[in-house]
């Protein structure tokens, strides 16, 4: 059965406890709460993709943009079961195509490769936190 990548479904909680689900897998602890991941999915600008393997979210992706120039993909996780099957490839074009922009950045640690094999122009950055 293929699996399914669509927009989250704000409507029920089901895709926020999975992702929570699939965060305590890939050990994300700021995303082990369905009511923090809600809140995430819903923000204003926000746009979430999930991917379902009967009845089960095995994937997520998140990113914000000003729906014209910018972008930022914030999160994309794919159940380490699932991996190497697409499916992050398909996350990240879904959610790249709904925030409706020209151009997005992300930050990685770990996934240059995959990233990599984007269309892509490499650039340094800075993570920054409050009080810094």
Do not use: N
Request: hydrophobic share 45%; charged share 20%; glycine share 10%.
């Amino acid at each position: 059965m293929p699996v399914d990548v669509r927009p989250y479904e704000e409507s029920t909680r089901a895709d926020a406890d999975g992702i929570a689900r699939l965060s305590r897998l890939v050990q994300w602890p700021s995303l082990v709460d369905a009511e923090v991941v809600h809140r995430v999915c819903t923000a204003p600008g926000s746009v979430a993709y999930v991917a379902d393997d009967g009845g089960e979210v095995v994937g997520w992706a998140q990113a914000v943009g000003d729906g014209v120039l910018q972008s930022h993909l914030s999160f994309v996780a794919v159940h380490p079961d699932h991996r190497r099957r697409g499916i992050g490839r398909l996350l990240v074009v879904a959610t790249f195509q709904a925030t409706a922009t020209l151009r997005m950045d992300l930050v990685t640690q770990g996934a240059e490769a995959f990233y990599g094999s984007f269309g892509h122009k490499a650039m340094s950055g800075f993570r920054l936190y409050p009080g810094a």
